[in-house]
């Protein structure tokens, strides 16, 4: 009985000890894991966000109307939304990807053949005087910002197209009819008689759209949307792609029915009926 009372206190004495250096070692190590700064442990390591810089800069996008020219566009790649018609068009990118739009076709620089036409024509009505009646600056546009896709800035809608004709495209990463859609603008936008074109990403993050667009070798200035607040200034159903032809006047007009552009000279057609007022 002695012996047997011997070897239990002995196990015990063991499983204390034990006990108390497990509590020991868990304490150190609590003690030395690294802190930030306000006393919490680094998260844990995950995988790396696509660095959105890096995606701008291979997109290559011209820049947004009422931005200047972004650092990593082409050079020569459109800027300042209000150029007086027949101001000296920026010299042609020698590096431009093929198909990029210059300055002086469907972009925010200066105005082509057909939007200097649409230019002057608001400036006719204007003369006209007290018989034509008072619009809004940038009509259901006014007051709405959204970021540009190709370097982040605030582009004030209203104010940006103002004087000018703009067709408006509104795609999704996710839209496969966009796909086929977004190079026949991107050609279209490239004739010297295109008013200028800018797209407007929705759904879907800002790398998810320059990804599409640099597989696309599309480099149209384009806009996000991502809280919806272009689309419900613009009323805009749940259907994509959807194109819109805002006026000089700030007037916006959906084209409709909406369809699916499949050529440039699908997009140039729709643009002059509208224009026309269809």
């Not at 239990?8 to 609590?30: D, G, N, P, Q, Y």
């Not at 200028?196 to 640099?214: E, F, I, K, R």
């Amino acid at each position: 009985m002695t012996a047997a009372r011997a070897r239990t206190a002995l196990r015990w004495t063991v499983l204390r000890w034990t006990i108390a250096l497990v509590v020991l070692l868990v304490a150190a190590t609590v003690a030395l894991w690294p802190r930030g700064p306000a006393g919490v442990a680094p998260p844990l390591a995950g995988p790396t966000a696509p660095d959105l810089a890096t995606l701008r800069e291979r997109a290559a996008l011209a820049p947004c109307p009422g931005t200047r020219a972004a650092p990593n566009a082409p050079p020569g790649a459109l800027s300042a939304p209000n150029a007086a018609p027949g101001a000296p068009a920026a010299p042609s990118a020698p590096n431009a990807a093929p198909g990029a739009p210059s300055a002086t076709n469907g972009a925010f620089g200066a105005a082509g053949t057909d939007d200097a036409a649409g230019t002057a024509a608001a400036g006719a009505a204007g003369a006209a005087g007290a018989a034509t009646p008072a619009v809004t600056p940038g009509g259901v546009l006014a007051g709405v910002s959204v970021p540009c896709l190709g370097d982040g800035a605030t582009v004030p809608l209203g104010a940006a197209l103002a004087g000018r004709d703009t067709l408006l495209n509104v795609w999704s990463h996710t839209c496969e009819p966009c796909r086929d859609e977004l190079p026949a603008l991107q050609e279209y936008a490239a004739r010297p008689d295109a008013v200028a074109v800018l797209g407007v990403q929705v759904d879907g993050s800002p790398q998810a759209g320059l990804a599409l667009l640099t597989a696309l070798g599309v480099h149209l200035p384009s806009v996000t949307d991502q809280d919806g607040t272009l689309r419900a200034a613009l009323d805009a159903p749940q259907v994509l792609p959807l194109s819109y032809l805002v006026s000089p006047d700030g007037s916006v007009r959906m084209v409709n029915p909406p369809v699916v552009f499949r050529s440039a000279d699908e997009v140039a057609t729709a643009v002059r009926r509208y224009r026309a007022g269809a």
